[in-house]
């Protein structure tokens, strides 16, 4: 096992702090580290029970998962009972230790957190502060270690407010732990709290003797394409932009794809916006989008046109937009003839986030030729309001985004096989932060308040003229 001089006392030293914060950019090596870290002085020294925490269970497989086995098979293959699959949520050792994966789209699971001596949650900023309030609240007993890891998002992640700055929401006061320039040039930190002593640690790609040339290159051209990203990857400093929705887009040649299931997507722009239409295709859990039509201002027969040239094979349903019903009653008509139908997509309250939760769910790659999809998968970040990160609003209106949710609209969230099945509910509960339980409150009151004003007006407009409301857009 080779180990990186940066992470060689958190490897080598036993654990003191009840918490470690392991922050740093892209390709530092905190993962590989902390997964050397409970194999070595966790899981093969005593029999012991580790957890592994995620945000969304399916996300284990590609990352927490084949890096615990690989470790595993390139180790010490015979330590463990079985064989290592490819979709399991848990790692049995022949000396009775074991690897429990879990996630927060399963609360229920969080139970089984019982007895867990350490827990990693990976990217901790992924998750929630009344997520890790619950974590901490369950692994009370004895000695239990918890080790958290992730790139610096915004300042206004839990993880910054948290372990960081704290800004008192009522006076704006901010309270400091640890200033960020203390952070970046101390990088090794250790300071008290309510729930037990905390070790800071920084690190960036600079520290990983074990990356390529190239990869450090390719994160040193943020510098010129993206210097926000730049700070963030490269630097491994705190964002000040949007959190991006869509963080990991492998983009390829899938023109000639053939495999998969094949789905079609089409979100209207009327005559205000543009037209999306998609096609996207789904086999395990990969999620390819192999070709896209954008455009504006089109005739119904220029967008008939557009769908004849997209090459739809017969028989095949687009699943539509439901905005402009007009357009679509149109449309079809024209194009029954070529074997095409349209379905309305499933919209309503929440679809979007879900919609989009779904999509993440994947592991998505983009055919080279679609542009726009590219540029709205990387462009489209969470909207922040005072400073919050709101999980429901974006900082665009992205059609390809929109289209590939209405051409999966009946597809299922990827959750692996032999999961435990699990009912994607989306986080409404207010949070243990005071600050942001605060602001999640007013903002319900005033929603509930926006909507009793709204069904009123509703009402005297119908009572008035029967007047028909126009379909609101999401
Ligand atoms: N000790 C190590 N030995 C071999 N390869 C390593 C080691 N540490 C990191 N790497 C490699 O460096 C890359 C980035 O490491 P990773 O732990 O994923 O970084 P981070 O979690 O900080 O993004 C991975 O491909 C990993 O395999
Ligand atoms: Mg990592």
């Known amino acids: 096992m080779k180990i990186a001089p940066r992470f060689a006392p958190f490897l080598l030293e036993k654990l003191t702090e009840r918490i470690v914060v392991m922050i740093g950019g892209y390709g530092s090596g905190k993962s590989m580290a902390i997964a050397q870290k409970l194999l070595i002085d966790y899981a093969l020294r005593k ?26 098979q390139d180790e010490c293959p015979n330590k463990v009972v079985g064989k290592l699959g490819k979709n399991t949520n848990s790692i049995q050792f022949s000396n009775g230790s074991e690897i429990i994966f879990l996630a927060l789209d399963n609360p229920e699971k969080l139970k089984s957190l019982d007895n867990v001596e350490v827990a990693w949650i990976e990217e901790a900023s992924e998750i929630y ?17 918890i080790i958290l890891s992730s790139n610096p998002l915004t300042t206004s992640n839990w993880l910054y407010r948290y372990f960081f700055v704290w800004e008192d929401d009522k006076t704006g006061e901010k309270t400091t732990i640890v200033s960020e320039d203390e952070f970046y040039s101390i990088k090794d930190i250790i300071k008290e709290s309510d729930i037990g002593g905390v070790k800071y640690h920084h690190s960036t790609v600079m520290d990983n003797p074990f990356v390529t040339e190239d990869y450090i290159k390719q994160l040193r051209a943020y510098k010129r394409t993206d210097p926000f990203k730049y700070e963030v990857a490269f630097k491994g400093k705190f964002g000040v932009l949007g959190e991006r ?12 794809m ?9 979100d209207l722009g009327d005559k205000i916006s543009y037209n999306a239409l998609v096609d996207v295709r789904i086999k395990g859990q990969d999620l390819y989008i192999v070709n896209e039509w954008y455009d504006k201002d089109m005739t119904i027969p220029e967008i008939a046109d557009e769908f004849r040239k997209f090459g739809i094979p017969r028989g095949k349903t687009v699943w539509n937009d439901t905005n402009f019903p007009q357009t679509i009653n149109t449309l079809k008509p024209m194009l029954s003839g070529d074997g095409i139908s349209f379905q309305n997509a499933k919209k309503g309250a929440g679809s979007v986030q879900a919609g989009i939760q779904k999509i993440k769910s994947y592991n998505i790659h983009i055919d080279k030729r679609c542009r726009h999809t590219l540029r709205e998968f990387k462009e489209l970040a969470y909207k922040e309001i005072n400073g919050i990160k709101q999980e429901d609003k974006y900082t665009l209106d992205p059609h390809t985004v929109d289209a590939i949710r209405y051409a999966i609209c009946k597809v299922q969230m990827y959750v692996p096989k032999g999961d435990f099945s699990h009912d994607y509910t989306g986080q409404t509960l207010y ?5 942001v339980a605060h602001l999640q409150r007013e903002k319900k009151m005033q929603e509930r308040k926006k909507n009793t004003t709204n069904a009123k007006v509703g009402k005297q407009v119908a009572l008035r003229g029967r007047v028909k409301q126009p379909l609101k857009g999401e």
Request: proline fraction near 1%.
């Open 431 to 435: 949070s243990d932060n005071p600050m």
């Open 245 to 256: 929705v869509f963080e990991n887009i492998t983009v390829g040649d899938y023109s000639q």
């Open 47 to 72: 029999k012991t029970k580790i957890a592994i925490i995620r945000k969304v269970f399916g996300t284990h497989v590609n990352s927490t998962y084949s890096l615990m086995k690989r470790l595993i």
């Open 129 to 145: 502060l009344h997520d890790f309030t619950e974590i901490t609240g369950r692994l009370r007993t004895g000695d239990t270690k």
């Open 258 to 266: 053939r495999e998969g299931t094949q789905y079609l997507g089409f």
